[in-house]
């Protein structure tokens, strides 16, 4: 059973950081492309950013430039750097695979990220 576990949330004011990590249970991390979604409030859960299992990273256009993806295989952890944060990115912040997403399986408690003054 895959299971992610996310944590590095807290309040933020604007324009500062923070940096989110999913630890994962698997054995077999490193073949899998990792995601970070979010949920803000009354909205659907939308993708953030994404790595492959290449280290090939894609992102939302609301992030760019801001939000960096990472992973590190030997700690089966994949990593979120957050920069310049906007009161738009408070949202519950979730890592899982595309397909966990596809199939609404392995979601974690996500982390809860709140930029305000």
């Known amino acids: 059973q895959v299971q992610f576990v996310e944590s590095g949330g807290g309040l933020v004011q604007p324009g500062g950081s923070l940096r989110l990590s999913c630890a994962a249970s698997t054995n077999i991390f490193r073949d899998y492309t990792m995601a970070w979604y979010r949920q803000a409030p009354g909205k659907q859960r939308e993708l953030v950013a994404r790595i492959t299992s290449l280290y090939s990273s894609t992102y939302a256009d609301s992030v760019k430039g801001r939000f960096f993806i990472s992973r590190d295989n030997a700690k089966k952890t994949a990593y979120l750097q957050m920069n310049s944060l906007k009161p738009e990115d408070t949202a519950v912040y979730y890592c899982?695979?595309?397909?966990?997403?596809?199939?609404?399986?392995?979601w974690g408690q996500g982390t809860q990220v709140t930029v305000s003054s």
């Open positions: 899982n695979t595309p397909l966990g997403f596809t199939m609404n399986q392995y």
